[in-house]
């Protein structure tokens, strides 16, 4: 006799449709997975061996991974690392599977010459600042020529030097505070790295807000900003050369929040901690405004919008948070540069101070030297010249893109989308350009008579570049600003 069916539950029946559901949609999951890192890597392994790249040298494991840079360069040593590169490989290094560092000076107006479909690579991006739950471009990060054209419009007049002119009694104070400290300091260890960025960030604070934050005053860092932004750029050094983990770390809108609720360890925030001194900067001008116009960054922008031109407030606090962010380090750096090589070789500190002392003596000097009349003393200007040109502020490629159909750079044509970069540190010590003792400290180079060959030197000093009128790069406009008012 045949025993009877079994009767199967209406849950039962339910579970095993959901248990095949199951299996299906992790199959579906499993071979989506499956097909999408399959294309991935089919795309990398184009990259890697590209027909265009592939016998560009370098060292084995750049061609291989893009990690190979932020490791190499963990221990802050880019200038000579490059440089070696450069001196082993020649003009054209690759530095990841996509990346080539250039060293050829006929590439630099291809690369950044005015009018260029060169534009700026992801790199720019980490620099991107967060304000009321979204991210800005400014005029140093922005990537789209139209948005940084936009950005520079309203401010531009105000980097003229005219403007920059009535800056100079901010720096002034400044100065006052600097020497007096020294002077009372005077025969103790005073560690001056320390006090210069305590006076750039002093300078550039009270060009932009009218009010300085007061670290040589309380001669200590206030609210550990010069710690925070310090940490905050070796991180960003090192993401920068993987852009693409940017939005996974400090450029999600998670991980910020987290770190900062966390309880463990202060985690710093730099950017946050710039924008929101800026924030109580604008509040405190908009409760108490001036009875009178005044020349400060804040102040001059505040009166775009009097005067009925249009300026959001996220661009208001860009464009000074900005004033922050890339002058006041960038300024302390080449402040450190000319006090270090003046320190480092003697006689070309007795030939600045004799210079100087000539023409106190003369009446030719007020008692904080404007900058007019440093323009008169040639020596000096040649030692900061050399001084940046020895330590330029940016020691790394300024990263561009190659632009649609591409572009011959170095006797090799270079595929579209190829990341390329000068590093100002690498031309400096060019000896084409700068001669045999390009590695020495030599501001006589400088003043040799021969005005051909100083222009020459001049078109290829990346401090100065981009603001020749034959190059456009986008960097350094509000350090070349700060520098001009000290």
Same mark, same amino acid.
């Given at each position: ?101 250039v060293s050829d000076p006929k590439a630099i107006p291809i690369i950044y010459g005015i009018g260029t479909k060169f534009y700026k690579s992801m790199f720019y991006s980490i620099f991107d600042v967060a304000y009321q739950g979204t991210w800005m471009s400014s005029m140093f990060s922005v990537r789209d020529s139209a948005q940084h ?115 463990f360890f202060r985690a710093p925030d730099p950017l946050r901690t710039v924008v929101r001194f800026t924030e109580d900067c604008i509040a405190e001008y908009d409760r108490n405004p001036p009875s009178a116009d005044r020349p400060d960054f804040m102040s001059w922008l505040r009166q775009v919008n009097i005067k009925g031109e249009t ?7 860009? !464009?000074?948070?900005?004033? *922050?962010?890339? +002058?006041?380090?960038? $300024?302390?750096?080449?402040?450190? #540069?000319? @006090? ?10 007795r030939k600045a101070q004799a210079e100087v002392d000539e023409a106190d003596n003369a009446g030719k000097l007020s008692a904080c030297v404007s900058y007019a009349e440093c323009l008169q003393l040639p020596y000096l200007q040649a030692v900061m010249k050399e001084a940046m040109r020895c330590h330029p502020g940016v020691s790394y ?68 570049? !981009?603001?020749?009128?034959? *190059?456009?790069? +986008?960097?350094?406009? $509000?350090?070349?600003?700060?520098? #001009?008012? @000290?």
């Amino acid at each position: 006799m045949d025993a009877l069916p079994t009767k199967i539950s209406l849950a039962e029946r339910l579970s095993a449709i959901t248990g095949l559901e199951y299996q299906i949609v992790w199959k579906v999951v499993f071979y989506s997975l499956s097909v999408i890192l399959g294309w991935q890597l089919v795309q990398y392994l184009r990259l890697v061996f590209r027909s265009d790249l592939k016998h560009i040298p370098g060292p084995r494991w750049a061609r291989l991974t893009a990690f190979w840079r932020p490791w190499v360069l963990r221990k802050g040593e880019a200038p000579e690392i490059y440089c070696d590169l450069h001196q082993k490989y020649g003009p054209l290094v690759r530095t990841a599977p996509g990346v080539v560092s250039v060293s050829d000076p006929k590439a630099i107006p291809i690369i950044y010459g005015i009018g260029t479909k060169f534009y700026k690579s992801m790199f720019y991006s980490i620099f991107d600042v967060a304000y009321q739950g979204t991210w800005m471009s400014s005029m140093f990060s922005v990537r789209d020529s139209a948005q940084h054209a936009a950005l520079r419009r309203p401010v531009a007049q105000k980097f003229s030097m005219s403007s920059m002119k009535a800056l100079e009694p901010f720096a002034d104070e400044c100065n006052e505070i600097f020497i007096n400290a020294m002077k009372e300091l005077e025969g103790q260890k005073v560690d001056l790295s320390t006090w210069l960025q305590w006076y750039a960030f002093d300078v550039i604070s009270a060009i932009t807000f009218h009010r300085r934050f007061g670290f040589m005053e309380e001669r200590r860092d206030v609210e550990n900003m010069i710690e925070d932004i310090s940490q905050g750029l070796v991180a960003a050094a090192a993401v920068s050369q993987v852009p693409g983990l940017h939005p996974w770390l400090m450029g999600s809108s998670w991980l910020p929040k987290l770190l900062a609720a966390q309880p463990f360890f202060r985690a710093p925030d730099p950017l946050r901690t710039v924008v929101r001194f800026t924030e109580d900067c604008i509040a405190e001008y908009d409760r108490n405004p001036p009875s009178a116009d005044r020349p400060d960054f804040m102040s001059w922008l505040r009166q775009v919008n009097i005067k009925g031109e249009t300026m959001s407030d996220p661009d208001f606090v860009n !464009h000074l948070s900005n004033n *922050l962010l890339a +002058g006041s380090d960038t $300024t302390a750096i080449s402040l450190r #540069a000319v @006090l270090y090589f003046l320190v480092q070789n003697p006689e070309c500190y007795r030939k600045a101070q004799a210079e100087v002392d000539e023409a106190d003596n003369a009446g030719k000097l007020s008692a904080c030297v404007s900058y007019a009349e440093c323009l008169q003393l040639p020596y000096l200007q040649a030692v900061m010249k050399e001084a940046m040109r020895c330590h330029p502020g940016v020691s790394y490629p300024l990263e561009r893109v190659v632009p649609r159909g591409g572009a011959d750079i170095g006797g090799v044509h270079l595929m579209e989308g190829t990341i390329v970069g000068v590093n100002p540190a690498v031309i400096h010590r060019d000896t084409s350009i700068f001669g045999d003792d390009a590695l020495s400290f030599s501001p006589e180079r400088w003043l040799t008579g021969d005005e051909e060959r100083t222009k020459f030197m001049d078109r290829h000093l990346m401090t100065n570049l !981009h603001r020749e009128k034959h *190059l456009d790069y +986008g960097d350094g406009k $509000t350090h070349s600003a700060a520098l #001009a008012s @000290l």
